[in-house]
């Protein structure tokens, strides 16, 4: 199985990590090959090692990981990390030890495509699973396209998203109907369920030695320090965020949002996990240090192994995911199931409240707050100042959220989907 996995950042890393650990509960012996541990910082997971060691020892030797070597770098010129020939001649050599029945390649870059060509030098069947960045943005690129769809069309089994899109750009690509499988997907993991308390106090401290990889200047990486630790004093009702940001996640609007809130004396703290490129990140910040008023209110962390994010939806007094404008049309985001699940009360952007594939059991003001358009920074405001004063609010939003949960948890697969292709091979 070649795919990312925990500490690498991203829907697409935990879903291919309990994919892997699903297969060995149901009987399989994996051997999961990943240059995961080549993540650099901004994308990379504070604090997953221990876990996933765990969780390995757990299947006592019907789960192995298999990480890449690192090649010094400019080892070669013009330089890049050879992650597919690393990924190929880590799968040759694990042959050696374990013959493979079956050749899993999850995200088509570099891992769809080394699972194509070893499965051809093995002679051992393929199924490939896309994503939406890989789909829908790689595959336009002219060197890039022709062979990803040489590596679908060539796959005994491509397992594609229901989107109407998606289907029609694996379809173009030349995938067989017939090779072409549209399951449903697979119910949150168990961690959502499972109450757990998120120290702040303990993630600052560890931020704080985690962050002075990324390469801030000192005098940055001091004023976000100071930040973190000033943002510990306050009890005020938070507002939270997770994931990857940028103006199409409404990182920015929020904040200016947050600025009026605090210009109107309103008791609001924000704390988040930013997933960002280091110059991004700092980029991101240094709009939000530029908010005076919100000094002492707000805590950035890293992002954090996906079995510690429920605790962190659960820290919070709402949850905001306000992506907009985003250019993938099929892609597929997790994070609202995750906070409904939590019962955490939840805004969302009005393209996300449309692009769920729950949206017509999403009412506002019910299950959901919506706000229209984020970057009408007055509206977002708005239904902030809702949420954070409100208790009876927040208290119908957590219930209904959590009866829609139970409702949307019910109708998908209790396992990942692969486990019933391949019991369909």
């Known amino acids: 199985m070649f795919g990312k996995m925990p500490p690498i950042q991203g829907g697409v890393s935990k879903a291919t990590w309990i994919a892997a650990t699903d297969l060995v509960t149901a009987g399989h012996t994996v051997t999961f090959i990943s240059n995961a541990n080549s993540m650099g910082y901004g994308f990379r997971q504070m604090g997953s090692a221990s876990s996933i060691e765990a ?18 770098r400019l080892s070669y010129i013009p330089w890049a990390p050879p992650y597919l020939s690393q990924l190929l001649g880590n799968a040759i050599a694990a042959a050696k030890l374990r013959t493979p029945d079956l050749v899993i390649g999850w995200y088509l870059e570099p891992y ?36 990803y769809d040489r590596c679908l069309a060539s796959a005994s089994r491509v397992v594609a998203s229901k989107k109407h899109d998606a289907v ?31 120290d702040f106090e303990a993630l600052v401290d560890e931020a704080e030695a985690f962050f002075s990889n990324y390469g801030f200047e000192r005098d940055f990486l001091k004023k976000l320090t100071d930040w973190n630790r000033e943002g510990l004093r306050s009890s005020d009702p ?20 947050l600025d009026l809130l605090a210009d109107r004396n309103l008791p609001v703290a924000y704390r988040a996990l930013w997933s960002a490129a280091p110059d991004r990140f700092a980029h991101a910040f240094n709009h939000l240090a530029s908010k005076k008023r919100l000094r002492g209110r707000t805590i950035i962390l890293p ?21 907009n404008n985003f250019p993938i049309a099929f892609h597929g985001p997790q994070i609202p199931r995750e906070v409904l699940a939590c019962g955490t009360p939840l805004i969302l952007s009005g393209e996300i409240c449309s692009k769920v594939s729950f949206a017509a059991e999403l009412a506002d003001r019910t299950n959901v707050l919506r706000a229209e358009d ?52």
């Open 55 to 72: 969780t390995v020892a757990g299947f006592s030797g019907k789960l192995e990981i298999r990480q890449l070597e690192a090649v010094p």
């Open 168 to 198: 029609e750009i694996v379809l173009d690509a030349g995938v067989r109907r017939e090779s072409l499988v549209q399951p449903r997907g697979r119910r949150l993991d168990d961690s959502f369920w499972e109450p757990t308390r998120f």
């Open 374 to 425: 984020p970057n009408n920074v007055a509206e977002l405001a708005s239904v902030l100042e809702l949420a954070i004063t409100d208790r009876e609010v927040r208290a119908s939003l957590s219930h209904h959220g959590k009866t829609l949960s139970r409702v949307i948890e019910s109708t998908a697969l209790p396992h990942d989907p692969l486990i019933d292709v391949i019991r369909s091979m």
């Open 303 to 323: 992002p954090l192994p996906p079995w510690e994010v429920p605790a962190f939806i659960r820290s919070c007094s709402v949850i905001t995911f306000l992506e």
């Open 112 to 147: 769809g495509v080394a699972a194509s060509i070893f499965g051809q030098l093995a002679d051992t069947p393929v199924i490939l699973r896309h994503a939406g960045s890989d789909l829908g943005r790689l595959r336009k690129v002219a060197d890039l396209g022709p062979l």
């Open 238 to 257: 938070i507002v939270g965020s997770y994931g990857k940001i940028g103006i199409a996640k409404g990182t920015y609007s929020l904040i200016d949002a």
